[in-house]
């Protein structure tokens, strides 16, 4: 910011006085009009220029016309006050005028930031080439393609023509997620993609507890129009406890993501809020349109699929200590390897170079070879994984990270295209390297990124942060829905469990499972989705518990969570299916750069899915004794939920 006067250029004149020398500013109001006003206050170098600045500015030109003085902050005028009382002495003026308070407060905050000493430098930058751009559009428009066949086909394979409303509910999902990122002018990223690929896969979630809720009531005996009617009402609270539980983390997400993540978690709401919509009022709309008043009858199953999962009478509960047990193997296996291997930790954690380098030379160039070629290079031995079978090759250096001058980043590309020379023998020329949009031949770079040591600590806490106030708000969202503490810590132990175990695999696996499983944004993402979808099956779960602790008082608290369980088994079951599909279809066809993210997410989804079942109502159980269950429901509130 800067002092001048209206003549100058501030693109080319210096100005007179800087911001720094001002000590304070402030909103404060005229005592006789009652106007807002800003005080202003500087140092004495500045009392100093400024008594000269105002003076001159008073006494106007040679016309003898006032002139004003100009504020400029970024070389535009913020405000141009005229000068009214000759010389201005002592450091202290007040700036009056046509303010309104914000406006005053906002010209007061700008006079109290003053110059500000720190240089604009880039701490983290990514590029990619229209080559490697087009390849993953291609991929995951592939992806969203293959996934969206699958449910279709599967949805009316399964539900007949209650299948065929959720496809049409699931088109219009499509568009209303379309028009919503247009209307917001965002930009769809890789992770957007991936984003909306996953959708497809919730999206069909609440047809599904809508689906199977209604097939049990047309078990139970009752009227098609009944059972439509019964199915819907009956199953609100699961959906809107399992969808807002991911709505929680999705807003977690898109609070502490960067970059692309951000987007990711925006698709994600946009997606879980429209599939909400579009399954509740538009599914039922077209239900109740099609069968009217009984005059015709919808099917919800076929031939095959109706008896599929029904009348299952398994002891859930009593299986719980085999499940403690193997969740205990596979924990401690986890932690082991966490401990003794670590991670694949990604640039985003560790700050560095990541460049993927296509390169054009013999066949048997690999990862050890090109180690140990660029360790003379870069004074260090870079991570190089091989993550396309086209010699392509993701290479991370931390060489010269800590220079932020002018060309830094020249400096490290011109090492890497040196060493690569070297140990491949091509021709190409370092233009060409550079440039991706090139030839198909020769060696170059795809893709480049740089996170400089900064941002990569600001990830770290911000990755923290975002898993604990995820599972905070889910401990908090449990508690106020289901009044019990003991909902909430099974959901809890649920997720950490999920979490441990999704990390140990990946720790597990990192360097013999063929593809990249580092550690980064992306990763964090998958695993707050992974929370965001555990604690959706589990709370389906839960929801049942609660209804027949209502309608089964005699019951025994086993036989009521044996029953709940068995009951939501399908529902559990085909909820995770359809996802599955969708993100298996991702993790095949969605592009080398996208499979950790989806790989992620397949365990996660399976972890979770065993763990809602297993881990969560097990504790649950265990945590709570029968007398508190009883006095939980009258026998008024229970003839009233029997009739």
């Given amino acids: 910011m800067s002092f001048m006067p209206s003549k100058h250029n501030p693109n080319t004149d210096n100005a007179p006085i800087d911001g720094d020398v001002v000590t304070s500013a402030g909103q404060t109001q005229d005592q006789i009009t ?40 970024d070389e535009q005028v913020v405000t141009a006050p005229s000068v009214n009382t ?140 009944q059972s439509i009617s019964d199915g819907f009402t009956g199953s609100y609270s699961s959906i809107i406890d399992a969808n807002v539980t991911t709505i929680l983390t999705a807003i977690v997400l898109a609070y502490f993501g960067l970059g692309p993540i951000k987007g990711f978690a925006v698709v ?55 499940a403690y047990m193997f969740s205990g193997i596979l924990i401690a296996a986890s ?53 396309d079978a086209n010699n392509t090759f993701n290479i991370i250096t931390s060489y010269n990270i800590n220079d932020t001058g002018e060309g830094a980043d020249e400096k490290v590309s011109t090492k890497l295209y040196e060493g ?4 491949t023998g091509s021709n190409t020329t370092y233009e060409a390297f550079k440039n991706s949009a090139g030839s198909d031949t020769g060696s170059k770079i795809m893709s480049f990124s740089k ?65 990249s499983l580092e550690i980064d944004q992306a990763f964090i993402a998958a695993i707050l989705t992974v929370i965001g979808y555990s604690i959706n099956d589990t709370v389906i779960v839960f929801d049942r518990i609660r209804e027949y602790f209502g309608l089964y ?15 939501t088994f399908s529902r559990t079951t085909i909820t995770s299916m359809t996802t599955l599909f969708v993100v298996l279809v991702l993790f095949l066809f969605g592009g080398s750069s996208i499979k950790g993210f989806a790989f992620a997410i397949l365990v996660g989804i399976l972890v979770g899915t065993y763990s809602s079942i297993f881990v969560a109502t097990p504790i649950v159980r265990d945590l709570t004794d029968d007398i508190s269950i009883q006095k939980r429901v009258s026998p008024a509130k229970t003839a009233k939920a029997v009739s």
């Fill in 553 to 567: 008082p005699n019951k025994t608290k086993d036989e009521v969570i044996n029953d709940a369980i068995n009951q």
């Fill in 268 to 322: 994600l709401i946009v997606g879980v809020i429209s599939s909400m919509f579009t399954a509740v009022v538009v599914g039922k709309f077209f239900i109740d349109s099609y069968v009217k008043d009984g005059e015709r009858k919808m099917s919800f199953w076929t031939g095959v699929s109706k008896e599929s999962l029904a009348n299952l009478n398994f002891d859930w509960v009593g299986k719980r200590k085999y």
């Fill in 34 to 73: 009652g106007e807002p006003q800003v005080n202003l206050t500087m140092n004495a170098a500045g009392a100093k220029k400024w008594a000269e600045l105002t003076g001159k500015a008073y006494n106007g030109n040679a016309e003898g016309n006032r002139r004003e003085i100009a504020i400029v902050l």
């Fill in 86 to 225: 000759g010389a201005i002495t002592g450091g202290s003026s007040v700036i009056s005028g046509s303010f309104n308070v914000q406006e005053a407060i906002d010209l007061s905050n700008i006079l109290e930031v003053g110059k500000l000493p720190a240089k604009t430098k880039i701490i983290q930058e990514a590029q990619v080439g229209p080559t490697l751009g087009k390849q993953n559009i291609q991929k995951s428009t592939l992806s969203l393609v293959l996934g969206f066949l699958l449910v279709l086909g599967f949805m009316i394979f399964y539900y007949a023509k209650g299948g065929v409303v959720s496809v049409l509910a699931l088109l219009l999902n499509i568009i209303l997620i379309f028009g919503t990122l247009s209307s917001f002018g965002t930009v769809l990223t890789l992770p957007g993609i991936a984003g909306i690929v996953l959708t497809i896969g919730m999206a069909v979630d609440a047809n599904v507890i809508i689906f199977e809720r209604i097939r049990e009531e047309l078990r139970a005996g009752k009227t098609m129009l």
């Fill in 420 to 423: 690569l020379k070297a140990i």
């Fill in 335 to 387: 932690l082991i390897s966490i401990a003794v291997r670590g991670f694949e930790l990604g640039v985003d954690f560790t700050g560095g170079y990541s460049y993927n380098v296509q390169l054009d030379g013999a066949a048997d160039i690999n990862s050890e070879k090109l180690r140990q070629g660029l360790k003379d290079v870069f004074g260090s031995v870079p991570v190089v994984k091989q993550i």
């Fill in 451 to 515: 996170v400089g040591p900064t941002i990569a600590d600001d990830i770290k806490k911000s990755s923290f942060y975002a898993g604990m106030f995820a599972l905070i708000l889910i401990f908090i969202y449990i508690f106020i829905r289901f009044s019990k503490w003991q909902y909430s810590m099974g959901a809890i132990i649920a997720l950490f469990h999920d979490t441990i175990i999704t990390l140990g695999i990946f720790s597990m696996l990192y360097g013999w499972a063929g593809f």
